[in-house]
């Protein structure tokens, strides 16, 4: 039997199983690290589910950043620097990852307190995380403070670092191959099984499924 809920139901759930309710409901989502550091060096990192896609040309990426009601040194540092890094999380790492959203003072680095690597390239301020393998340098473009008081963080894509095995002829990328894992409402982590890749869809043409 299907449960039906509604919108005054929903607002008179406890607080916490509301949080857990919603958060659910939008199916998997992507699981990453996000690295910053401010102008005196001190590292931060922190896990988001929020990660999007926004554009090819340029290549943008997004994320939100939930309402200032504690201390937000992941926005704090973008809006210092203007550089930062998303890393997806792996299975190696879960645990790791997960970790860093316990709240760490600003002069505490997640990345010695959960056991994770700092790296960095060359002209590129913000750290990466050694342990991810599928990483992405970026560049603020843009922060927007939206009605529910989140922020939503643009930022363009400076380089990429990935497995060579990962990448396809076409440009697409198997990620999967890397075992990057996905997350389903705040705690619950996914691995995952590829179903299918599909043909560009066209009105007048039957799809046809990629063999690889």
Known sequence: MDLKIKCDE????????????I???SGFKS??????????????????????????????????VRPHSAPRHTLENILE??????NHV???IIKNAH?????????????????LTPTYEENFQAPF?????VKMGLKKEEVIKLRNNTELVIGKIELVILPEYCLKEDGFIDIEKSETICVSGLDSYHGT?????????????ALEEFKN
Not at 103 to 110: A, L, M, V
């Open 10 to 21: 929903i607002l008179g759930m406890e607080s916490r199983y509301r949080i857990h309710f």
């Open 23 to 25: 958060n659910s409901l």
């Open 31 to 64: 699981a990453n690290l996000v690295g910053t550091v401010d102008k005196k060096g001190r590292e931060n990192l922190s896990i988001i589910s929020s990660c999007f896609h926004l554009g090819a040309d340029p290549a943008l990426m997004g994320f939100i």
């Open 81 to 86: 620097t203007e550089s930062f890094s998303i």
């Open 90 to 92: 792996n299975r190696d």
């Open 99 to 115: 970790q860093t959203s316990a709240r760490y003072d600003k002069e505490e680095s997640e990345f010695l307190h959960c056991k």
């Open 129 to 133: 995380v050694k342990e991810s393998k």
């Open 193 to 205: 099984q590829k179903v299918c890749r599909l043909s560009y869809a066209k009105k007048d043409k």
